[in-house]
């Protein structure tokens, strides 16, 4: 594995200075054959483990206190949509653009924004959203992030920046190609459970 130095920065009065490094490494994603700088570490796989017990956590507890249909369940149950938008929001605990594993970086690392956006599309669709609402979410927050520094883009759709939207495609997609495959091995298990079945009953 190669690693090497990014750069950190933070934004005293607005002027941009570099005030530090941190290590990282590439990743390429299997679906799209995208190479991201990422912390070292980073595992797309650690996010849809984390983000399943969240989203399984959070149903199980809507059903338990009526149902997800009724107004009380609901409520509980979209917390599991909601915990993605919050966890990534700037300089929230899973802003890879800040810190990793609970290390922060000491400033922004901007090398790693396209693998942010990834990993939160990754976490978005492994919590039930589906593309446009974790691009609006994120839209969202880039737009209120913008109310405290002009300088970020909020030209694109859900006021992103236009920049940030294809990465959470990817990420989604990467999501959605592990839960297929997933799938695919769980019929692929029950079609043999099947035959051995039928291989007991006629020679059983």
């Known amino acids: ?46 996010t ?25 369940g609901l409520l509980v149950y979209l917390a599991a ?14 802003d890879l653009q800040r810190s990793f594993n609970g290390v922060s970086y000491g400033g ?4 790693f924004t396209p693998i942010a956006n990834f990993d939160y599309g990754v976490a978005a669709a492994t919590a039930g959203l589906n593309f446009t609402m974790a691009e609006g979410a994120g839209g969202i927050a880039n737009g209120l992030n913008s109310l405290a520094n002009k300088k970020i883009d909020t030209t694109g759709a859900y006021w992103n920046n236009p920049k940030n939207p294809p990465d959470i495609q990817t990420g989604v997609n ?31």
């Open 1 to 46: 594995m190669t690693t090497f130095s990014v750069p950190v920065y933070q934004y005293p009065g607005g002027t941009k200075t570099q005030v530090g490094t941190t290590l990282a490494t590439y990743w390429t994603d299997p679906v799209s054959g995208t190479q991201y700088t990422v912390p070292v570490g980073y595992d797309p796989q650690n």
């Open 48 to 72: 849809i483990n984390k983000f399943n017990l969240s989203y399984n956590t959070s149903l199980a507890a809507g059903i338990a206190v009526g149902g997800i249909s009724g107004p009380l």
């Open 81 to 94: 949509d909601l915990n993605p938008l919050i966890s990534y929001a700037p300089a929230a605990p899973l």
């Open 108 to 111: 922004f690392a901007p090398d």
């Open 174 to 204: 990467y999501y959605n190609s592990q839960s297929q495959a997933h799938s695919t091995i769980q019929i692929n298990q029950n079609e043999q459970n099947d035959l051995n079945s039928i291989t007991l009953t006629t020679y059983g």
